[in-house]
């Protein structure tokens, strides 16, 4: 059974809540990537946080990216992965949310993130084929 640990991008890194938009997005382009999972005080997950959220929600506005927080932005329910889940639970939890991008959590620690990428990378044509359908299809 391959798993979310096996076909996750590996090193991911939290943003605290507090951090402002114009520090995510430079962490972002550091890091070659387009979402940062954001943390509470306790390194918990309490959202995520993306490139479009900061320009369309921030940018587009008029809103000052250097004022606004993550936690200004993040909104809904943070949903995560065990990195020992299989990847059948993996396309379930994005395909029933609707979510391109799943933080992968081993005992209560950020360890990894998957993203359209990875599966595209990892799963069979029919695979991908069925999440696209499930996750675009509704929009």
């Given at each position: 059974m391959t798993t979310a640990a096996e076909i996750m991008h590996a090193g991911a890194q939290w943003i605290p809540a507090t951090e402002t938009l114009d520090?995510?997005?430079?962490?972002?382009?550091?890091?070659?990537?387009?979402?940062?999972p954001v943390s509470d005080a306790n390194e918990r997950l309490c959202g995520i946080i993306t490139d479009r959220d900061i320009v369309v929600?921030?940018?587009?506005?008029?809103?000052?990216?250097?004022?606004?927080?993550?936690a200004d932005l993040a909104e809904g329910t943070p949903r995560w992965i065990d990195a020992d889940a299989s990847v059948?639970?993996?396309?379930?939890?994005?395909?029933?949310?609707?979510?391109?991008?799943l933080p992968v959590i081993k005992n209560k620690k950020l360890v990894g993130m998957i993203s359209e990428a990875d599966l595209a990378t990892h799963l069979t044509d029919q695979q991908i084929h069925?999440?696209?359908?499930?996750?675009?299809?509704?929009?």
């Amino acid at each position: 059974m391959t798993t979310a640990a096996e076909i996750m991008h590996a090193g991911a890194q939290w943003i605290p809540a507090t951090e402002t938009l114009d520090r995510a997005a430079q962490l972002m382009a550091q890091l070659n990537v387009g979402a940062l999972p954001v943390s509470d005080a306790n390194e918990r997950l309490c959202g995520i946080i993306t490139d479009r959220d900061i320009v369309v929600k921030c940018v587009a506005k008029g809103r000052d990216p250097s004022k606004i927080t993550c936690a200004d932005l993040a909104e809904g329910t943070p949903r995560w992965i065990d990195a020992d889940a299989s990847v059948d639970q993996v396309l379930d939890e994005m395909e029933r949310n609707q979510i391109r991008r799943l933080p992968v959590i081993k005992n209560k620690k950020l360890v990894g993130m998957i993203s359209e990428a990875d599966l595209a990378t990892h799963l069979t044509d029919q695979q991908i084929h069925a999440f696209v359908e499930k996750v675009y299809a509704s929009r």
